[in-house]
T-cell receptor, first 114, second 114 residues
Framework: SAVISQKPSRDICQRGTSLTIQCQVDSQVTMMFWYRQQPGQSLTLIATANQGSEATYESGFVIDKFPISRPNLTFSTLTVSNLSPEDSSIYLCSGALGGTGEQFFGPGTRLTVL | AQSVTQLGSHVSVSEGALVLLRCNYSSSVPPYLFWYVQYPNQGLQLLLK??????LVKGINGFEAEFKKSETSFHLTKPSAHMSDAAEYFCAVSEMDSSYKLIFGSGTRLLVRP
């Protein structure tokens, strides 16, 4: 298994600013993912964070708005840029060890944009 | 493309009653299936998973699920609900490729009445 931590746990930001979320895994994982969970909704995959290369984004998500880095096998960051109130959500990081595709999730970052 | 359907956005049971949360999937090949639980203000925790082998899978906190290929179902059950089971439950299916992505259902909120 893997234990995943995220920082910050929550933040309140002003419109037009950016927030960078950090995700740290306690062991090397094959894949890392970033999700958005809007209030009362399920999880929507933003992108797959690839080590040492550009992330792979899902339909509807673009690098300019959600730049992602993954410099090594245990760390990734997600930046949410040019914030608007519609970006108010929980952002979750996960890691997969491979094999069955089981993912381990971080506690999430609750973002509120004013 | 694979998909997951969870019937019932809200399920309410009395403490001590049977819990049944429904999940149906669509997949062209036998998938890997997961149930996750999300307590308020927390990330997702794996309850149980089906990969291969025995179709009745036991998980944590007394939950179990049965993979029924003929019905394309993976319903979650618990014989006796406890107040602490109140949470959001998500069924997920793994993309059967090298991406290790999970496709999530819309979630079911379980309410437990005293």
């Amino acid at each position: 298994s893997a234990v995943i931590s995220q920082k910050p746990s929550r933040d309140i930001c002003q419109r037009g600013t950016s927030l960078t979320i950090q995700c740290q895994v306690d062991s090397q994982v094959t894949m890392m993912f970033w999700y958005r969970q809007q209030p009362g909704q399920s999880l929507t995959l933003i992108a797959t964070a690839n080590q040492g290369s550009e992330a792979t984004y899902e339909s509807g998500f673009v690098i300019d708005k959600f730049p992602i880095s993954r410099p090594n096998l245990t760390f990734s960051t997600l930046t949410v840029s040019n914030l608007s109130p519609e970006d108010s959500s929980i952002y979750l990081c996960s890691g997969a060890l491979g094999g069955t595709g089981e993912q381990f999730f971080g506690p999430g970052t609750r973002l509120t944009v004013l | 493309a694979q998909s997951v359907t969870q019937l019932g956005s809200h399920v309410s049971v009395s403490e001590g009653a049977l819990v049944l949360l429904r999940c149906n999937y669509s997949s062209s090949v036998p998938p890997y299936l997961f149930w996750y639980v999300q307590y308020p203000n927390q990330g997702l925790q794996l309850l149980l998973k089906y990969t291969t082998g025995a179709t009745l899978v036991k998980g944590i906190n007394g939950f179990e699920a049965e993979f029924k290929k003929s019905e394309t179902s993976f319903h979650l059950t618990k014989p006796s609900a406890h107040m602490s089971d109140a949470a959001e439950y998500f069924c997920a299916v793994s993309e059967m490729d090298s991406s290790y992505k999970l496709i999530f259902g819309s979630g079911t909120r379980l309410l437990v009445r005293p």
